[in-house]
């Protein structure tokens, strides 16, 4: 009877939805606001990692998803796309399946973790592989939506931001106010937006004293934000956020700027440092997309950036399960041992 209703019931009167609504929920959001040791000890600060990989299918897309399909159903829709990276698609793909629509995504081809590539293909969607990156995928996407009886589900749908901007809600429940510093990856930029408008609605209705600095961090192949102009081939290993070309851009540049923030940018190796960090320290296993917020927080308490007793959070977009390549990359291969206990303690080194 405790159960967590999902965004769209727990916070209905700030969200676009009507009494006769039919919600399409799989219980998203509720994420848990983990206290980040190692990361509070090495920044002097209080971190958290708001840990949106523990949503439904595994990234924080679900909960601009359950609005964006929800919305789609009451306006009659049978069918939905969307252009993807993968973790919009995998959401897609399931929330599709909850509201008896048919879903077709757009993807990369090649460049989609095979753990998402999978969710969407075991949810029954119709997946086309474009020859072309993320920035190609929407653009078609776009092009069939306006064409054809097909609703778009991308975050340019602007229910999505609606719905994913119910995490800033959940943080300041939570914390009792705004942290001081809120950090984020930033791909296509739809995310950043979201929370800004989250936390600007919280601090004008008195809910938050105040709103925080926003910090996005793109990777450096890919960091059109930071360049100031369109990146035509990006490239990272954090292939969620491979875009060159973001659609919610100027919304981004002003979250940064209303809330006197930055969007920098993290190398791939940064990223990877701080994936092996979040999983070997905090115990906390996420995608490398999602390690590019905390990679960009460490770069910048490196280069003296972060004023010491701060609040700060740092959300996590997707859960690790769904790229484990990179887990097991460079991990040295489990040993092999007999029934034996004595063989098996002393590879143990207990012996
Ligand atoms: N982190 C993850 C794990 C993502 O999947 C994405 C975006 C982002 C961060 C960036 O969020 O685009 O709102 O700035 N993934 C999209 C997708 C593009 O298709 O799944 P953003």
Redesign the pocket.
């Known amino acids: 009877t405790h159960q967590w209703r999902g965004i769209i019931e727990e916070y209905r009167d700030r969200l676009p939805v009507s009494d006769t609504t039919p919600v399409v929920t799989l219980r998203e959001g509720g994420t848990p606001l983990v206290p980040a040791q190692v990361l509070s000890e090495r920044t002097g600060c209080e971190v958290h990692l708001k840990v949106e990989g523990a949503n439904p299918t595994g ?1 924080f ?1 679900d909960r601009g998803m359950t609005m964006a399909i929800t919305r789609a159903k009451e306006e009659g829709a049978q069918a939905v796309i969307c ?7 995998a959401s897609a793909a399931a929330y599709a399946v909850r509201a008896g629509m048919v879903c077709a995504v757009l993807v990369p081809q090649g460049k989609i973790a095979l753990g998402k590539m999978g969710q969407a293909l075991v949810h029954g969607a119709k997946i086309l592989q474009v020859d072309g990156n ?1 920035d190609d995928c929407l653009t078609l996407a776009r092009g069939l939506s306006d064409n054809y009886p097909v609703a778009l589900v991308n ?1 340019v749908n602007p229910v999505r931001i609606e719905g994913q901007k119910t995490a800033s809600f959940e943080i300041v429940d939570m914390l009792g106010d705004a942290p001081d510093i809120h950090v984020l ?8 937006t979201a929370y800004w408008k989250g936390y600007t609605e919280y601090a004008a209705d008195g809910v938050a004293t105040r709103t925080p600095r926003m910090w996005g961090f793109q990777a450096s192949g890919s960091a059109p934000i930071v360049r100031g102009e369109v990146v035509k081939d990006p490239s990272t290993i954090a292939t ?2 491979r ?1 060159g070309n ?1 659609a ?1 851009w100027q919304y981004a540049l002003a979250a940064r700027d209303e809330s006197g923030g930055v969007i920098d940018e993290v190398t791939d190796r940064e990223i990877l440092r701080a994936y092996r960090l979040l999983a070997s320290q905090e115990g906390v296993f996420v ?1 490398p ?2 390690a590019a917020s905390v990679a960009g927080l460490l770069k910048a308490a490196e280069q003296g950036k972060v004023d010491p007793g701060q609040r700060i959070v740092c959300t996590v ?2 859960n690790g399960l769904k790229d484990p390549d990179w887990a097991v990359a460079g991990a040295p291969q489990p040993v092999t041992v007999p029934v034996d206990a004595a063989a098996a303690a002393e590879r143990l080194g207990l012996a």
């Open positions: 990234s897309k252009a993807s990276t993968g973790n919009t698609s993320f975050s990856p930033v791909g296509n930029a739809g995310n950043i969620a956020i875009i973001p919610s995608e997309a999602s977009t997707g």
